[in-house]
């Protein structure tokens, strides 16, 4: 795909989500928030957007975003299509939760408090955002999106009214807005693949749970004390049930690739312990899968191991589960990509919906970034070609 091709694909991405909006003038404006998005500027926030544009003010861009009449759902379920259709692959599609934060100033920006966010690795002042992630073979990209509001924000209704929350936007954890996004997908006739998420996710039992009820396979991170059921019926810590199988040091362990990481390919040991599967679809089994490190850290006198709750078809390989504990690690690439390439994180408003339509249109230009490099990865790159902005 040449320069023209990619403005014609991305012309066809805002075309898109044209129906989704009423009016002609924010649909254009939308279009050119989009472009501005996935220019070459050091920040995308309402000014700097709006003198891409050729604007004055960024009266405009403040505008579309706080209180122009358009479907910001709809548009969401427009960006899900869109990657699926582009990225989609029934054998190695998975989808992926987990959350980012957004460092913030002040307190009235909907949903802002002090709290813990594994942006920084520690307790800032910022706005935590809960996402959907699918990824495959093809690549990956975000597709969901919602925005966590501590109980500071949802027993306070007057501070929700002045952020624009509405009222009936109460309080709900992390895996229940996880839950949410899922069971979008869900209705949409989209979730043919399997969930993975990290611990947080992983020792909810109600996640867990929806997952089970509505058939989907799952590779879940927990914690090495997470009490699990074997199939005997007795209780034990995940550590514990890995050691007595008779994994520890010694034998049963089968060594693979989960993938390149950022200090090269993440190659590690892996084996399964079987569990209860009570609660599963007829024909399942239930699985702790035990990853180890492959070598022994000096002054150590054990080798690291992750836990990972598994539940799937019976006959499912090992490799099939340890494919989709690799995938987990898609959600940071697409986080990395939204706020680097996107401007995710570059947003300058506070209210409820100015958050929403920011980081829906936000995740679209990224999808389109994800979509286009597919493309190019499936076509043969002809000579003097130059990639597109933001390529590998």
Same mark, same amino acid.
């Not at 254009?28 to 926030?45: D, I, M, Q, S, V």
């Not at 979730?191 to 993975?196: A, E, F, L, R």
């Not at 020792?203 to 590779?219: G, K």
């Given at each position: 795909?040449?320069?023209?091709?990619?403005?014609?694909?991305?012309?066809?991405?805002?075309?898109?989500?044209? @129906?989704?909006?009423? /009016?002609?003038?924010?649909?254009? @404006?939308?279009?050119?928030?989009?472009?501005?998005?996935?220019?070459?500027?050091?920040?995308?926030?309402?000014?700097?957007?709006?003198?891409?544009?050729?604007?004055?003010?960024?009266?405009?861009?403040?505008?579309?975003?706080?209180?122009?009449?358009?479907?910001?759902?709809?548009?969401?379920?427009?960006?899900?299509?869109?990657?699926?259709?582009?990225?989609?692959?029934?054998?190695?599609?998975?989808?992926?939760?987990?959350?980012?934060?957004?460092?913030?100033?002040?307190?009235?920006?909907?949903?802002?408090?002090?709290?813990?966010?594994?942006?920084?690795?520690?307790?800032?002042?910022?706005?935590?955002?809960?996402?959907?992630?699918?990824?495959?073979?093809?690549?990956?990209?975000?597709?969901?999106?919602?925005?966590?509001?501590?109980?500071?924000?949802?027993?306070?209704?007057? /501070?929700?009214?002045?952020?624009?929350?509405?009222?009936?936007?109460?309080?709900?954890?992390?895996?229940?807005?996880?839950?949410?996004?899922?069971?979008?997908?869900?209705?949409?006739?989209?979730?043919?693949?399997?969930?993975?998420?990290?611990?947080?996710?992983?020792?909810?039992?109600?996640?867990?749970?929806?997952?089970?009820?509505?058939?989907?396979?799952?590779?879940?991170?927990?914690?090495?004390?997470?009490?699990?059921?074997?199939?005997?019926?007795?209780?034990?810590?995940?550590?514990?049930?890995?050691?007595?199988?008779?994994?520890?040091?010694?034998?049963?362990?089968?060594?693979?690739?989960?993938?390149?990481?950022?200090?090269?390919?993440?190659?590690?040991?892996?084996?399964?312990?079987?569990?209860?599967?009570?609660?599963?679809?007829?024909?399942?089994?239930?699985?702790?899968?035990?990853?180890?490190?492959?070598?022994?850290?000096?002054?150590?006198?054990?080798?690291?191991?992750?836990?990972?709750?598994?539940?799937?078809?019976? @006959?499912?390989?090992?490799?099939?589960?340890?494919?989709?504990?690799?995938?987990?690690?898609?959600?940071?690439?697409?986080?990395?990509?939204?706020?680097?390439?996107?401007?995710?994180?570059?947003?300058?408003?506070?209210?409820?919906?100015?958050?929403?339509?920011?980081?829906?249109?936000?995740?679209?230009?990224?999808?389109?970034?994800?979509?286009?490099?597919?493309?190019?990865?499936?076509?043969?790159?002809?000579?003097?070609?130059?990639?597109?902005?933001?390529?590998?």
């Amino acid at each position: 795909m040449d320069v023209a091709g990619w403005v014609a694909a991305l012309d066809a991405v805002v075309e898109l989500i044209g @129906r989704r909006f009423s /009016r002609s003038e924010p649909r254009r @404006r939308a279009g050119t928030y989009t472009r501005g998005l996935l220019a070459g500027l050091e920040r995308k926030n309402g000014w700097t957007l709006a003198e891409h544009a050729g604007e004055l003010s960024p009266d405009g861009i403040q505008r579309l975003l706080r209180t122009a009449d358009w479907d910001v759902e709809g548009v969401r379920d427009d960006l899900r299509g869109y990657v699926l259709e582009h990225l989609g692959d029934a054998a190695s599609g998975v989808f992926v939760v987990d959350e980012t934060g957004f460092i913030k100033k002040g307190v009235r920006s909907a949903g802002v408090q002090r709290q813990y966010t594994g942006t920084t690795g520690k307790i800032d002042n910022c706005q935590v955002g809960v996402f959907l992630a699918y990824a495959s073979s093809r690549g990956r990209a975000l597709i969901d999106r919602e925005l966590y509001l501590p109980t500071s924000w949802t027993e306070d209704p007057q /501070r929700c009214a002045a952020a624009g929350i509405p009222a009936e936007a109460g309080f709900a954890t992390k895996p229940q807005l996880g839950v949410a996004m899922l069971t979008r997908a869900f209705r949409a006739g989209v979730m043919t693949g399997w969930v993975t998420a990290d611990e947080a996710y992983g020792q909810n039992p109600t996640f867990r749970a929806w997952l089970a009820d509505h058939e989907v396979p799952f590779v879940l991170a927990t914690r090495n004390d997470d009490v699990l059921v074997s199939p005997d019926g007795r209780r034990r810590q995940a550590d514990i049930l890995a050691t007595l199988a008779g994994h520890g040091e010694g034998g049963g362990w089968e060594r693979r690739s989960i993938g390149q990481g950022a200090h090269g390919e993440r190659v590690y040991d892996w084996t399964t312990v079987a569990l209860d599967p009570a609660g599963l679809p007829d024909g399942w089994g239930h699985w702790l899968l035990v990853r180890r490190q492959t070598d022994l850290p000096q002054g150590r006198k054990v080798r690291e191991l992750a836990f990972y709750r598994c539940a799937a078809p019976a @006959r499912t390989p090992l490799r099939e589960l340890i494919r989709v504990a690799g995938a987990r690690w898609a959600i940071e690439e697409c986080f990395q990509t939204a706020k680097n390439e996107a401007g995710l994180d570059h947003y300058q408003v506070r209210s409820w919906r100015a958050w929403y339509a920011h980081i829906t249109l936000a995740m679209l230009a990224a999808a389109y970034l994800a979509a286009t490099r597919a493309t190019e990865h499936e076509q043969p790159v002809e000579k003097g070609v130059l990639e597109p902005a933001g390529g590998d």
